[in-house]
């Protein structure tokens, strides 16, 4: 049995393939999507991904995960700390 105990930070990674498919872990929230950005709240800050022509393939808050196709041109951090909860993280769980 291996489930995280409440209020456990997520482990985070990025893993980009080709500028064409990235996995991010440790999501938490995500803010904004749209072809060309993707705003999503971790658990070591914001991350900002820009693209061109980008679809979620598969968002699971309750596992941290987000799944992304698409032109991947850059990601930025910051530090905001995770907001009320979105229509995503609603919709996803």
Same mark, same amino acid.
């Given at each position: /049995?291996?489930?995280?105990?409440?209020?456990?930070?997520?482990?985070?990674?990025?893993?980009? &393939?080709?500028? +064409?498919?990235?996995?991010?872990?440790?999501? &938490?929230?995500? $803010?904004?999507?749209?072809?060309?950005?993707?705003?999503?709240?971790?658990?070591?800050?914001?991350?900002?991904?820009?693209? $061109?022509?980008?679809?979620? $393939?598969?968002? %699971?808050?309750? *596992?941290?995960?987000?799944?992304? %196709?698409?032109?991947? *041109?850059? /990601?930025?951090?910051? $530090?905001?700390?995770?907001? +009320?909860? +979105?229509?995503?993280?609603?919709?996803?769980?």
């Amino acid at each position: /049995m291996n489930q995280a105990m409440p209020g456990a930070e997520k482990a985070h990674f990025v893993n980009i &393939e080709g500028r +064409s498919h990235a996995v991010v872990s440790g999501v &938490e929230d995500v $803010e904004l999507f749209s072809g060309e950005k993707i705003l999503a709240l971790t658990s070591k800050g914001a991350i900002t991904i820009l693209g $061109e022509g980008m679809q979620v $393939e598969n968002l %699971n808050i309750s *596992d941290g995960k987000l799944v992304i %196709n698409g032109k991947i *041109d850059g /990601m930025t951090y910051d $530090e905001r700390a995770p907001k +009320s909860k +979105s229509v995503f993280s609603k919709i996803f769980r």
